[in-house]
């Protein structure tokens, strides 16, 4: 069993941006700017939000968060996402979900410039990855096909089963594994909440994604001897022994999956860092579009 590291995985990524945005600036461009929108106080979005600001850091780029109560309304928020849109010093943004109940996520999302869209939640960007044309791949399926490029797995011919049909994860999670590419080209079968057999289809993969946010949801017994298992699941399971009161879950029961895995990833240190690399990889091409498009 081999662990799929996506800490050491998006370090080395990290390295190759920080080199580009280096070249760059010695021929006189500027660095990429990508600006995160976060609306009040959720724990994990804040978290997740600063993780993406200190990534933008660590390879140079510029970053501007902004922040807004629970109490920001949907028009104001769409002010800004215009103000975003029409600012030619952002090349990207982000809109970190989920929003307040009391604002449409699809009506705010369909007002991002697809052009700066690069968490790829556009319904633009969504259509074109469908039809393997060029757009920004959302930043955790992109993740995943990284993660497995770069372990060098073979997914032609496969079996993947991906659990959960998510907008933000399943759904393009499986659209990227079974379309005519590299990494790609499997045989996809997707199971979501109203699915029976579960178990069974699962024991049929050759690769399985999970991204239900269940913790361990997972069993060894559902899982066939030799499989790739990717776990995308960070459910906050509470957990006296943490300072912070709590530790993050996966969809897969790690201690028992793992030894019928070839390669498994690990939560966290999985995929969570490779979503990061992939708005950063995303945002590198905003800015190339950008300079080429000037
Ligand atoms: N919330 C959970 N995952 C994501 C993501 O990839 N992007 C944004 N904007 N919000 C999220």
Redesign the pocket.
């Known amino acids: 069993m081999q662990i799929l590291d996506g800490n050491l995985t998006s370090r080395t990524i990290k390295n190759e941006i920080a080199q580009k945005v280096q070249e760059w600036q010695s021929k006189g461009i500027r660095k990429p700017h990508l600006a ?1 929108v976060l609306v009040g106080e959720n724990g994990a ?1 804040m978290t ?1 939000v600063g993780a993406k600001v200190k990534a933008c850091e660590e390879v140079g780029f510029d970053s501007t968060l902004i922040q807004r109560p629970a109490s920001c309304t949907e028009d104001e928020l769409l002010a800004i996402v215009h103000d975003l849109n029409a600012n030619p010093d952002i090349d990207g943004y ?5 929003l307040p109940a009391h604002i449409s996520d699809k009506r705010v999302l369909e007002a991002v410039d697809p052009s700066k869209d690069v ?1 790829g ?1 556009h319904p633009e960007n969504i259509g074109r990855m469908a039809l393997n044309l060029p757009c920004f791949l ?3 399926p992109a993740g995943i096909v990284t993660l497995l490029e770069r372990y060098g797995i073979e997914t032609s011919g496969k079996h993947c089963v991906v659990l959960g049909r998510s907008h ?2 399943g759904m393009p999670m499986t659209l990227l594994m079974q379309r005519n590419a590299q990494p790609g080209n499997c045989t996809v079968t997707v199971v979501h909440s109203k699915s029976k057999n579960i178990d069974a289809i699962c024991r049929e993969a050759d690769i399985i994604i999970a991204a239900i946010g269940q913790p361990e949801f997972v069993k060894a017994d559902m899982v066939k001897q030799g499989a790739v298992v990717v776990d995308v699941g960070i459910t906050r399971v509470a957990d006296a022994s943490k300072k912070s009161g709590f530790r993050l879950c996966g969809d897969v029961a790690f201690d028992e999956v793992a030894p019928k895995c070839s390669f498994i990833t690990p939560v966290p240190g999985g995929v969570g860092p490779m ?1 990061i690399v992939s ?1 950063l990889m995303n945002t590198l091409l905003a800015a190339e579009n950008r300079s080429v498009s000037k």
Do not use: H, K
């Not at 982000?94 to 989920?98: D, F, K």
């Open positions: 995160a979005s997740y982000i809109i970190q979900l989920p968490d939640f959302p930043a955790t933000i994860v979503t708005l």
